[in-house]
């Protein structure tokens, strides 16, 4: 073992040595450029074209002098003498700015021109380019070259490096340090885990030792190499591997520089293939497509032609990569849908696999829509960052709500080391990465993390720097070539697509379905919780676009149908695609910087504007449409106390609610011994990491309750409490109603605190062990008794509209509701809705500022589905959210109207994407099976032609039978539990 391990230390000494051999010659260009020097420029956004404009009246740069700015861009030109004594030699540029943390997402970014041409992105990832081939001294190309770089920089200061050289490639010493390389960390992860078969790693150490000591020549040690190491004891286990880069829509940078990031990364791409014609890029998100459409048609044109040859891959099923537990039912639905048919029409790619890598828990909820969607398979790493408990899958079915399953692969890359320590300690955490660096101990990562091994020996990887894009690198793709050949106790790599992996999966998986393990319900994830909750003020933007776009198309399809006025189809999946792009998984979570909503407060001002002018006689909200009860205050001491229909309640003098006594099943609501209801509740929030993602196990640990009464009164329409916390002002007006048991707290809040997470308080006298709480076309059964790590993970989950405790005898049950909040948390007889968050990183003023939002409490009797909750729920967003309620409702059930469909829930009227047919969404919201019966354009002077179920891209499908009697115009069918249902009305 000794002798293993300090040979192995002689042989990377000597590799590390011999990798200084491939650019030995390096030259600073300080020494080769022409008398002009180096020019330098800075500019605004939208200005690249002023990079070919004469450089003479630009700022000199002086060589080693340092540059850059905040969000900034610079134009750097210079020409170039490649030196005579590099005849017949390939000649690289190279580029270095100072910037050495391999993940850092600020270092600065080039987009590099050559004579002209637009060649690649550079970064501290990617810092060479050839600039003159050795076949270009034959053809007498102009050895002058010019070098134009447009140059981003997010750094603050001005301290970005311009260290720029020419240098030759030594073909013979790269080959060389390449095949020992790859063998050689082989070696090295072997040993970092003391547990490994002595003899083939002896075998390895032997053939490299002879290759480094007894060949002065690198060609003849490397042709050793591949006859004798390379293609001997092959592994049969195959990573499948596919070039790739992940770019943020947003994060820590703005929309505008992610438009920018596509082109420098898609464009390394292109300049990688020119190299490696045999490299597979694969990349998911349609709206990056059409960044690079809009602002670089000639890279467009270009991804194009390697679609059709099968060497750029455009797969993932969504718009983008969108939250799954903030975007509703329909935004996910038209998420896929504009996706699948953006790829379809413009590549021809029927797109099969959801592609979610790095989003934040996915809801139980999307099997179904996956599947009635043509998507057949599921891809994320991100349930590897779970903080208690590993995910214990790696291939398995993801089981929904409504019994739908999809096969779920997660991308199981890491470093072998690490993933060796994992699977010898029951349940520890190992970390994923999509960021693959296609290296050998990654390789092996991905074999040994996985857990799945006995249905498949085929697995994936991606590789390619991201976040904030760059891709692949040419060592990469070096490293590849060597694994593809096969190494002893390494699995062999191969190039393929995605798709084709994926493809070959479901045939291995049909053989053997049994023995592929389920998950069922949400695939929860235990870490970034606070994004339920961060940037409350865009949540709620998006709650309401939403809302907002179900009334606007199902306006416009009635005006279309009654009126014939234009359904204004183009402006409407314009409005769409700004809906999606704000979903993107670091906006609507709250996870980007504070310019990132900045831009979103405009997108959303422009698309509610556009709503409005659509709709002219709509109004701005509907108001409340309950009538609200009258309160006559009697004082009992420092206590207010008042009766309305419902209860009886009882207001002490820091105007809490201290008793609220249900009349019609003569029982206190409020858990005796428990704080007042609706107590407002500060915890003090510093996580550990990820700020504005993140709320820590601990936050309950420090808390401040908000009693400082500033103001109360007793109306006698309301009861107005404006409270003081530190520099904060919380207003609320609290509603009774008269005939509904709904008691509304309308707030709004001045926030100027930081770090501090808000939540309301309900101790509620409920014997219940668990909780149902709102998701996308549906709801979900959480615990509250929190027995197992899995449970005790959950100490703040997602919901929608709407989350409610119920007896365990289904006697009695509350809920809350709320217009735009997404956070909380539940314990036994406690819920508490989180309000704000105010984290400090990325975003230093989260959530401060004003705001307002809506929340409810509602007591009913029976479960939830005999209380009405859901519907009172809808009822609370529709006066939120929509700009005319009534109109909206009317013209709704002039288009379909159901009857005697209790539970059943319509999320979307809209014409078809391919015609003028009505496209109706609904469904099953209470978890029963319902006949389900509607009216079909009664309101309407129309023929029907035919009515037909279709799937969710509005294809028809066998899903069921409509009976359908055209005198009466009444529909009937079955809905099973948590259905979605979409039908197709076809017009004569």
Known sequence: MGNLEANVQKIREFTDNLYGEIFKDKVSVDKVMTSDGIRIKKIPYNSRHTLFEDPKDWDIHNYGDTWGERDTHFNIRLKVQIPESFRGKEVLFFLSTGADDIWNTDNPQMLIYIDGVRRCGMDMNHNSLTIFEKEDWEKGRDTLVDIAIYAYSNWADNTNNLEMEIATRNEQAQNLYFDLLVPLEILESLIATGDYDEEKALFIEKHLTKAITEFADYTEASEYLRKELYGKDLSDITVDSVGHTHIDVAWKWQIRQTKEKVIRSFSTVMELMRKYPDYIFMSSTPQMYEFVREEEPELFEEIKEKVKKGKFEPEGGMWLEADCNLTSGESLVRQILYGKRYFKDTFNVDSTILWLPDVFGYSAAMPQILKKSGIKSFMTTKLAWNDTNRFPYDLFFF??????????????TCDYPKADEAMKEDNKILNYTY?????????MGTHRAFREKDITNELLTVYGFGDGGGGTTWEMLEMDKRMELGLPMCPVTRKTTVKQFFDNLHETVKSREDQVPVWEGELYLEFHRGTYTSIGKNKKNNRKAEFVMSELETRKVFDFLTKGASYDRDTINEMWKTVMLNQFHDILPGSSIEEVYQDSDEQYKELFSKAKALLPDGSEGAGETE???????????????????????????????????DKELARELRHQGAEPLNRLIAFKDVPKEYDCWNIDADFEDEFYDITDLQELSINSDSILVKRKFRDSIIEQRILFYEDSKR??????????????????????????????????YGHLTRNVVRENKWDKAKFECCAHKWIDMTCEDGSYGVAILNDCKYGYDAKENLMRLTLLKSGIFPNPNADNGPADFTYSLYPHKGSFDEGGVIEEAYKLNYESHLFDYTTYLKARNAIIELIDSKGVFLEAVKLSEDGEDIIVRMYEGYGKEHKVKAKLLTGVSKDIEGVYFCDLLENPTDDGEISFNRDSREAAFDIKPFEIKTIRIAIE
Not at 750 to 763: C, G, M, N, S, V
């Open 743 to 776: 008691i509304d707290f309308k707030t709004h809040v001045d926030w100027h605190e930081h770090q501090i997470l808000l939540k309301a308080a309900f101790p509620v006298d409920v014997d219940a062990k668990t909780i149902n709480c709102e998701i996308q």
């Open 399 to 412: 089981k929904g709500i409504d019994g739908s399953k999809v096969l779920s692969y997660i991308i199981t």
């Open 435 to 443: 960021n693959g660096r296609q290296n050998a101990s990654q390789i």
């Open 627 to 661: 009538k609200i009860s009258h309160i006559t205050d009697t004082k009992d001491g420092s206590s207010h106390v008042f009766e309305t229909k419902y209860y009886k309640v009882i207001i002490d003098e820091k105007g809490e609610i201290v008793s609220l006594y």
